[in-house]
């Protein structure tokens, strides 16, 4: 079934540059691009968006990690969307992450880990939803 996702290029990713090479692997893939923003993060918004772990010990190092910097936010469309980008993003720990994909090539720990993926369908409407409206989300041409 045709689905959605968001997808975040976390600040390591962004200072090394590799927005465009990270697109290049969803749009390989078969994954759109329907939405997306550039946005250096608040602590409060980093806070909302991973309330979820809030209890984690984590916690505090990943919402650090997650305002230290830019970060490109995204919406991805496609088939099976959301199992699709996490089998492109890998392991969360990138020393786990299968070879090719963008932790093992990108990402240098479980904390600096390159990018964000939804983790189930339930999860992605809420994750779009956090960072943008309906009319933000662009139907194909
Ligand atoms: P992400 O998919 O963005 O969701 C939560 C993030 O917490 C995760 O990627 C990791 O970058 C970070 N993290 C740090 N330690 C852990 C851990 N032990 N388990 C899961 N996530 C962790």
């Known amino acids: 079934a ?3 996702t968001l997808s975040i290029i976390k600040p390591d990713a962004v200072a090394k540059n590799v927005i465009g090479a990270i697109y290049q692997r969803f749009e390989q893939a078969g994954l759109r691009v329907v939405a997306a923003r550039m946005r250096h993060l608040s602590r409060a918004e980093a806070e909302g968006f991973y309330a979820v772990h809030r209890e984690r010990p984590f916690f505090k190092a990943l919402v650090e990690f997650m305002i230290s910097g830019p970060v490109m936010i995204q919406v991805l469309e496609g088939e099976h969307a959301v199992q699709k980008h996490r089998d492109l993003m890998g392991a969360t720990d990138p020393k786990q992450a299968a070879p090719g994909t963008i932790r093992a090539d990108f990402a240098d720990s479980i904390d600096a880990n390159a990018v964000h993926g939804s983790d189930a369908d339930e999860t992605a409407a809420v994750e779009i939803a ?7 989300l662009c139907a194909r041409a």
């Open 2 to 4: 045709l689905q959605r």
């Open 130 to 136: 956090y960072f943008f409206a309906g009319t933000d």
